[in-house]
């Protein structure tokens, strides 16, 4: 039984209850999707306090900007797909086609925006000097549009080469093999961190002087820095783990198991994609709730009006004070 056939258990409508769960936990995450990269994308845009428009944070934009078109094009396909089908009305082959489509273009786009992330965070903690001269904001969005026309013109190999085959490329090229340089390289990165922290404790402790500690503080400052982004990082890299590992096992099962049935069918299928949406669910959340730029940024956004009346009316001790 192959995955590739887009008719595979098109007849089959009995898990109605299947089907439901499917499209409620859909449009749960499709919420919790929207709204968060969303607010993500608005503190970059607008960036309130001058701070963002780094070649780091253009592509936390692009990666944002990755789960948000999962959220208004993969999530609701589902939903749609998932109460057709519990309908007994699903138009199986134009639904299946979609989805595939958008799980290609927005997986590839992932992918390739987690290694430019990862790269720069490398450049920037092995060479700081060459990262502030070399790469610029303008290098950062050239390399994201590059991205997504990369993503979307290989994903049209699909016409070509079909879903079996292409989601074999896809899954031991695109996914494992640069899971697998992503991996090495963040290692790496939080390695050299670790190694700078220790020999600026190790100078500290032979050059006891004023300017020593100065020196000292003044550096360990920028590697906690760097190392609490470098950390945040390392969460939405776990999170592509947990979530593309076993969605690429999910397909190697749908492809090869000839005696699956199409209950087993219908989960597997399901859950794929599921685990997908949730991982553009939860990555603003790992990253930018958990950097102070970002929280910032969010109670600007969010609470504007506040602020303004902060500005407008000030103190009674101030007004005294100016009328004096």
């Not at 948000?68 to 089908?85: D, H, K, Q, W």
């Not at 086609?97 to 927005?106: E, K, V």
């Not at 090229?173 to 190694?195: G, M, N, P, Q």
Request: charged share 15%; net charge positive.
């Amino acid at each position: 039984m192959a995955f590739s056939d887009p008719k595979l258990c098109a007849s089959t409508h009995q898990y109605t209850g299947l089907s439901y769960f499917a499209a409620s936990l859909a449009s749960v995450f499709c919420l919790i999707t929207v709204t968060g990269n969303v607010l993500v994308c608005l503190a970059i845009v607008r960036d309130p306090f001058k701070n963002m428009k780094t070649p780091f944070h253009y592509f936390l934009l692009s990666l944002s900007g990755t789960d948000l078109l999962v959220g208004l094009l993969v999530n609701p396909t589902l939903t749609a797909y998932a109460i057709s089908e519990a309908r007994g009305m699903v138009n199986i082959v134009d639904i299946i086609w979609t989805s595939h489509m958008c799980y290609f273009i927005l997986g590839m786009a992932s992918v390739l925006t987690l290694a430019a992330l990862t790269a720069d965070r490398y450049v920037s903690v092995t060479s700081p000097i060459k990262y502030k001269t070399k790469v610029s904001s303008k290098h950062a969005i050239i390399t994201s549009v590059s991205i997504w026309v990369a993503s979307l013109g290989l994903s049209f190999l699909y016409f070509e080469l079909g879903f079996f085959l292409y989601s074999f490329i896809f899954v031991n090229t695109a996914v494992f093999s640069t899971i697998i340089i992503l991996l090495f390289v963040h290692r790496a990165t939080l390695k050299i961190l670790r190694e700078r922290s220790k020999f600026w404790q190790n100078q500290r402790a032979i050059e006891n002087t004023v300017i020593a500690k100065q020196k000292y503080t003044k550096n360990i400052k920028k590697i906690k820095k760097k190392r609490k982004v470098t950390t945040a990082l390392s969460s939405v890299l776990i999170a592509f783990l947990v979530s593309f590992v076993p969605a690429c096992v999910i397909i190697y099962l749908l492809n090869f198991c000839s005696s699956c049935n199409c209950l087993l069918v219908h989960w597997l299928r399901d859950i794929q994609v599921l685990i997908v949406s949730l991982n553009s669910a939860v990555n603003p959340y790992l990253y930018a709730w958990r950097l102070p730029k970002f929280r910032k940024a969010f109670l600007k956004i969010l609470h504007p009006q506040k602020r303004a009346q902060v500005r407008v009316n000030p103190t009674p001790f101030a007004q005294q004070k100016s009328s004096c």
